[in-house]
């Protein structure tokens, strides 16, 4: 096609689950509820992190980090979403377009790198118990944390701006239920090479590469806790450690598909719900596996309410 041939698309219209027009109303109901609870579980543990100075520590200092991410995650997609199901109004332009999928990937390759953070941090606990406060000390933390959101600031640009840079000729149509990149490539009529080919690196060295560091730690953190002679010191050693690598492996199980696979390797169909997958479980059972699964953090929740019944008891 030739460049004076191309006509440009500066709106779009997000299809979303059109195809499923009688479930409409309970779709949006669903999400809506889900969006909620996403919401409400990690701002409970958020608050319950920040109120309880037991909990001041370099893990939990990344999970409240963690527990923004996810927030911020849904909050990309959702919102949106829900505002088309209930007002049938699916259009977005452009520039909404691309500043969904910067801040989606800016989200995404954080909660990538904060994971490897985690680990990173039980590996010292466990493998280098003397040197930990040391090692994760008041400063340190707050450096990796920021390192995280800084890298992943950086690393959601090049996507963002070589999409702009596409001509959108083929169709107005996103069949997806927000603006994905891999959906909004399909409508280009221009060559996407650069951006596939970018996508696999990015998406070798800061998708696998922090999933490969994940792995290595874990190994090591294993192979000390089995070296534990007490039954009761092994436990406790890896209940730490439990509640992290079952995120690690809920994020990484859901999002990889998705996005280390060539963009023709699903049908839209397919992708939208890997999409939907990847985009409500982490957020959605990120605060039931914190909160069922950690000692300290339920420790911490029984002493809030041991001290709001005292409050409340107060003449």
Same mark, same amino acid.
């Not at 696979?261 to 479980?281: A, G, R």
């Given at each position: 096609?030739?460049?004076?041939?191309?006509?440009?698309?500066?709106?779009?219209?997000?299809?979303?689950?059109?195809?499923?027009?009688?479930?409409?109303?309970?779709?949006?109901?669903?999400?809506?509820?889900?969006?909620?609870?996403?919401?409400?579980?990690?701002?409970?543990?958020?608050?319950?992190?920040?109120?309880?100075?037991?909990?001041?520590?370099?893990?939990?200092?990344?999970?409240?980090?963690?527990?923004?991410?996810?927030?911020?995650?849904?909050?990309?997609?959702?919102?949106?979403?829900?505002?088309?199901?209930?007002?049938?109004?699916?259009?977005?332009?452009?520039?909404?377009?691309?500043?969904?999928?910067?801040?989606?990937?800016?989200?995404?390759?954080?909660?990538?790198?904060?994971?490897?953070?985690?680990?990173?941090?039980?590996?010292?606990?466990?493998?280098?118990?003397?040197?930990?406060?040391?090692?994760?000390?008041?400063?340190?933390?707050?450096?990796?944390?920021?390192?995280?959101?800084?890298?992943?600031?950086?690393?959601?640009?090049?996507?963002?701006?070589?999409?702009?840079?596409?001509?959108?000729?083929?169709?107005?149509?996103?069949?997806?239920?927000?603006?994905?990149?891999?959906? %909004?490539?399909? *409508?280009?009529? $221009?060559?996407?090479?650069?951006?596939?080919?970018?996508? #696999? =690196? &990015?998406?070798? @060295?800061?998708?696998?590469?922090?999933?490969?560091?994940?792995?290595?730690?874990?190994?090591?953190?294993?192979?000390?806790?089995?070296?534990?002679?007490?039954?009761?010191?092994?436990?406790?050693?890896?209940?730490?450690?439990?509640?992290?690598?079952?995120?690690?492996?809920?994020?990484?199980?859901?999002?990889?598909?998705?996005?280390?696979?060539?963009?023709?390797?699903?049908?839209?169909?397919?992708?939208?719900? %890997?999409?939907? *997958?990847?985009? $409500?479980?982490?957020?959605?059972?990120?605060?039931?596996? #914190? =909160? &069922?699964?950690? @000692?300290?953090?339920?420790?911490?929740?029984?002493?809030?309410?041991?001290?709001?019944?005292?409050?409340?008891?107060?003449?």
């Amino acid at each position: 096609m030739e460049k004076e041939n191309l006509t440009s698309v500066e709106n779009f219209l997000i299809v979303g689950f059109s195809d499923l027009p009688r479930l409409q109303i309970l779709l949006a109901s669903v999400f809506t509820l889900v969006y909620l609870m996403i919401l409400i579980g990690n701002l409970f543990i958020m608050s319950i992190i920040y109120s309880s100075p037991t909990l001041h520590t370099p893990m939990y200092f990344f999970l409240l980090n963690l527990s923004f991410v996810d927030i911020g995650f849904i909050s990309v997609t959702f919102p949106q979403m829900i505002v088309h199901f209930f007002l049938k109004n699916s259009r977005i332009s452009l520039t909404e377009c691309l500043l969904q999928i910067y801040f989606f990937l800016l989200l995404v390759v954080t909660e990538i790198l904060l994971l490897a953070v985690m680990a990173f941090d039980r590996y010292v606990a466990i493998c280098n118990p003397l040197h930990y406060v040391t090692i994760m000390n008041k400063s340190r933390c707050p450096q990796l944390a920021a390192g995280c959101w800084f890298s992943a600031l950086i690393l959601a640009l090049p996507h963002t701006l070589l999409m702009s840079q596409l001509s959108y000729c083929q169709s107005h149509t996103i069949n997806h239920f927000f603006c994905d990149f891999s959906a %909004l490539m399909k *409508l280009s009529c $221009t060559g996407i090479y650069i951006i596939e080919t970018l996508n #696999y =690196s &990015l998406g070798s @060295t800061f998708g696998l590469g922090p999933f490969i560091s994940i792995i290595i730690s874990y190994m090591k953190i294993i192979s000390v806790i089995l070296k534990i002679k007490s039954t009761e010191g092994r436990k406790k050693a890896f209940s730490t450690c439990a509640s992290h690598l079952t995120v690690v492996i809920l994020f990484y199980g859901s999002i990889s598909p998705t996005y280390l696979s060539p963009t023709s390797t699903f049908s839209m169909k397919e992708n939208k719900i %890997l999409s939907l *997958l990847y985009t $409500t479980l982490p957020p959605l059972c990120n605060p039931i596996i #914190y =909160s &069922l699964n950690n @000692t300290e953090f339920k420790h911490a929740l029984r002493k809030k309410k041991e001290k709001e019944r005292v409050w409340t008891t107060k003449p």
